[in-house]
């Protein structure tokens, strides 16, 4: 049965994107998101998820791209949130720290699956249908090349 996770691009005022660093597996950087559970909706999750990684509420907003991973049986949604409001955060065993990253400035190590997401979102592509095939191919884009 396949994966179905939803990533947040949230950007600040200067155009950067948000990045979270795992405290487990690779200990890499990513865009706050996962999994989404049963019976509950894509924007339900995302909002759980970058309120738990992060402590900022969000409003889940414009698709921005579908990737897929199908070696790992893996869909995940990239989707542009806007912040809505904010909790006290402390570190914990999910997320170590996150901030707030320029395309020239992105931190490593990360995934290419979570480096297709972020430059997509970074150079303000949206319609965007990926497939990474492997941890070492680069992310071919298939349809929605709209910068």
Known sequence: MPTFGVFAAIFDDDGRILCVRLNY?????????????????????????V?????????????????????DDDVVLSVRAQITGRRAWPPNDEIAEFGYFALDELPEPMSVAAR?????????RSGVLRVVDVPTSRPQRLRGDNP
Request: charged share 30%; proline share 9%; glycine share 16%.
């Open 25 to 49: 597996g690779s200990r890499g950087w990513t865009t706050p998101g996962g999994r989404v559970e049963p019976s509950e909706s894509p924007f339900d999750a995302l909002a759980r998820e």
């Open 51 to 71: 309120v738990e990684e992060t402590g900022l509420e969000v409003e889940p907003g414009e698709l921005l791209g579908v990737y897929g991973k199908p070696q």
């Open 116 to 124: 297709a997401r972020i430059t997509d979102a970074l150079e303000g």
